[in-house]
């Protein structure tokens, strides 16, 4: 499973924009479909977005579409989260993760990083 270091989070205001960055170890990093996941406070963790191998196909869960945006650098061996708009329903601990074989639900894996806090207020 590929190892991951998330960064870029903070305290913003409703309405603000952050952009995360998920940074991942290995020479592997481009045959791993990746995503971003959320867990907020006495929820479960939660699936926020995905991108395929090459970055041409992405994938958003309802309440982001339109507000949030994934993409990677392969070269750089990172993933980021441009997100606008944020409301205080997106306040959660974000963290980044992936597979080969696709990036779905926050059950396929064994091991997260530290993840990175995010905090809206309102």
């Known amino acids: 499973q590929v190892r991951v270091v998330e960064s870029g989070g903070g305290l913003v205001q409703t309405g603000d924009s952050l952009r995360l960055s998920c940074a991942a170890s290995?020479?592997?990093?481009?045959?791993?479909?990746m995503g971003w996941y959320r867990q907020a406070p006495g929820k479960e963790r939660e699936f926020v977005a995905a991108?395929?191998?090459?970055?041409?196909?992405?994938y958003y869960t309802d309440s982001v579409k339109g507000r949030f945006t994934i993409s990677r650098d392969n070269a750089k061996n990172t993933v980021y989260l441009q997100m606008n708009s944020l409301t205080p329903e997106d306040t959660a601990i974000y963290y980044c993760n992936g597979d080969p074989a696709g990036a779905g639900e926050p059950e396929q894996y064994d091991y997260w990083g530290q993840g990175t806090q995010v905090t809206v207020s309102s």
């Open positions: 991108i395929d191998k090459s970055g041409g196909n992405t």
């Open positions: 290995g020479r592997t990093f481009s045959s791993y479909d």
